[in-house]
C-alpha cells in the first residue's frame, strides 16, 4: 500500500509570524518557571533557540535532498543521524562501559532493519519524501529506547553487583549473570512506545497524524499512515533496545565473566 | 598443596588492596585471618578466578589458575559471599541454580540438610527467610555443585551466635561428610581456631604469618585473654 502523503500535505503555508505567535506559549512557560523557581528558563531559552536553528537548518538540508532526490544524500542523512543518536544516547548511559559502539550499531541496524523492511514489502515508496521522515523518526525513537535500555541495564548491573558475582561464582557464564537485568531493561526501553501505541487516539492523538490532519489529509489517510508508523516504530525500538542490550552487556565483564567493576568487599 | 599465592599483587581504583603475597594453602581447611580492609576478601576472589592479580600467580594444584575454564574452576572451587545474594524464586530455584547450568543432578533436600536447614524449607520465597537461614542457602547452592574447595567470605558476620554455631557444626560436618576443603576468610582468631588446621594472617595487604593454626593461633590459657584477642 502507498499513501498518497504528497498529494494531500501541500496545501498548508505556515508564516514565520506565526511561528513568532506560538512563542507566546513559550512566554507563559518561562513566567511559570520564573514564578516557581523552577530554574527553568535559561533551558526554556535554548530550547526554543536550539529547535528554531536546528530545525531551521534540516528543514534547507531535507529541501535539498528531495530536490536532488539521490540515494546517496538520504543514506548520508540518516548516517550523520545515527551517529548524532548514538552520541546522545551514549550520555543518558553512563554506567555502561564504552556504550557508543553498541549504540551506534543497533540504531544503525534498527534504521537499516525497518527502512528495508517498509521499502521492501511496498509500503512506502523508496524515494527522499517518505525514506527522510520515517528514517528520522526510526533513529529518534531506537535513540530514546535504546538510552533507556542501556541507561536501567547500567543502574541495575551497578546495583546488583553481588547478587551478580555470587551467580558467576557458581559457574554462570557472564550472559547467564545478567539475564534477569536483561529483560527489566528491554521492557524499560520499549514500554513507553507500547503504552502510548496502546492508548493512542483516546488519551492523545499522534503527531505524524496531527500534522496531516492540519496539512488537510483525509482523516482515514492520516489513521492509516500513523498506524503503519507506530507499527513500524514498534519494530524498530525492540530491534534497537535488544540489540544495544545484548552488545552492551559484554562490556561489563571480561573475557574470563569477571565484573570489571566488583562490589566493594 | 592446594593453593599457592607467588608474589600476587592487586589494585583496586588506584589503591593497592594486595603488595607481593606469597602464601600457601593446603588442602584441609586454611583460614584467612585478618581485619576488615585488609585485602583477605579479595584474596579469596583471586582463588577461584573472579578477579586476577595485576602481577603475580595464583596457582591450584600445580597450575595457574588462568590456564582452567574459569567456569569450570569455579564449579569446583566455590565461594560463598559474604552477604546473602540470592536468586528471586524459591530456596528450590536458588540450590538448583548451579547444578542446572552445569547439566549435573542435585538432591535439594540433602543440600539443605547438610547447610543445616530443614528441608521443608525447599518451596519457601527466598526473599522471606531471615538473613541467617538465606546466609546458609547460600552454602546449600554452593554444596550443591559438589565442589572440592569451598571459599567463605566471613560466612558468619551477619548471624547471631545461635545461628553461628550452627553454620560453623555445618562446615565441622561437611568436611567430616565429604573430602571438602575449605578456605575461610575471618576477622575472628577465636573462629579461625575453632575451624581452621592452617592459617595465613593478612594485614594491610601483606601476609605477616602463616602455618599451622595450632602453633600460630594457640589455646589461650585464660578466658579473658581470648576475648582481648578476639577484639583485635
Redesign the interface.
Known sequence: MTVPLAASSSSIHVTLGEVAAALALVAIAAIASRAWHAGLEEDIGVAVVRSFLQLTAIGYVITVIFDENSAFLVLALISVMVVFGAFTARHRAQQVPNAFWPLLASLGVAAAATLGLVLGLGIFEATPRYVVPVGGMVVGNSMTAAAVALNRLGEDVHDQS??I?????????SS?AVT?LVRRSLRSGMITLVDSTKTTGLIFFPGTMVGMLLAGADPTDAVRLQLILLYVLLGAVSIAALMAITLARRNFF?P????RE?PE? | MLFELEEVTYSRGGNVVLRDVSARLPVGASSLLGPSGSGKSTLLRLLNRLADPDAGRVIYEGRDVREYDPLALRREVSLVPQLPALIDGTVHDNVAYGPRLAGRSFNARTCLELAGLDPTIEDRDAAKLSVGEQQRVMLARAIALEPRVLLLDEPTSALDQAARDAVEGTLGRLRARTAISLVVVTHDVAQARRIADHVARIDAGRVIAQGPAAELLPEPPEPELATAEDAT
Open positions: 553481588r547478587r558475582e555470587a551467580t558467576l561464582a557458581l559457574g554462570a557464564t547467564q534477569p571480561t574470563a565473566h569477571q565484573l566488583p568487599p
